[in-house]
């Protein structure tokens, strides 16, 4: 591999906040609680409005991934949380596509990249992630009555109560 791939692709993680520059050399970013603080605001107002679009725009296909996704999910035990971490994030994209935006599916995607590396590090303590099943079940039905309202809320007090529980758990880490 050559020298012009690589540096490429050390511009585009430090683009993204994967990777900071320093006279030393290039370093991992950290993870930071505020950094962490951002996202959520902005994902806590693209997500709802995300749910809401989608009961406006699901197909019928679109129906059948969420209702699968859900399904799935609410198969995996509690003590798995890398599985439902991983069905979870599936379905806020099935969610994204639904809602037919694909600037929007693309604009949760960059920040679910950004946000992941900070839930990795509370992914050993998130045992509440198979509470999102139900959630999701919720929103999967409130998307099938076209009930945008309710898709949206729903959106809002699943997103909410993940960031809250994060947060909890990082400052916990932290003192």
């Known amino acids: 591999m050559g020298l012009v791939p690589i540096r490429e692709a050390l ?15 290039l370093f991992v970013s950290k ?6 603080q951002q996202i959520s605001e902005i994902r806590m107002l693209l997500e709802p409005y995300c749910a809401k679009k989608a009961a ?6 679109d129906l059948v991934v969420l209702e699968a996704l859900s399904r799935e999910q609410s198969q995996i035990p509690p003590d798995q949380p890398k599985q439902l971490f991983d069905l979870d994030h599936k ?19 960059d920040f679910y990249g950004h946000s992941k590396r900070a839930w990795f590090l509370v992914l050993p303590h998130l045992n509440f992630l198979s509470t999102a099943v139900e959630s999701h079940l ?3 039905q409130a998307i099938k009555d076209r009930n945008g309202a309710e898709a949206e809320q729903t959106m809002q007090e699943h997103v909410q109560g993940f960031y809250t529980k994060v947060f909890e758990i990082l400052k916990s880490k932290s003192e």
């Open 11 to 25: 511009n585009l993680l430090a683009h993204d906040h994967l990777v900071e520059t320093a006279a030393q050399g």
């Open 31 to 36: 993870v930071e609680i505020p950094d962490l």
């Open 56 to 61: 406006a725009h699901a197909t019928a296909d």
């Open 91 to 109: 379905f806020h994209q099935a969610i994204a596509r639904a809602a037919k935006n694909k600037y929007l599916a693309e604009i949760l995607e």
């Open 138 to 140: 919720e929103m999967v």
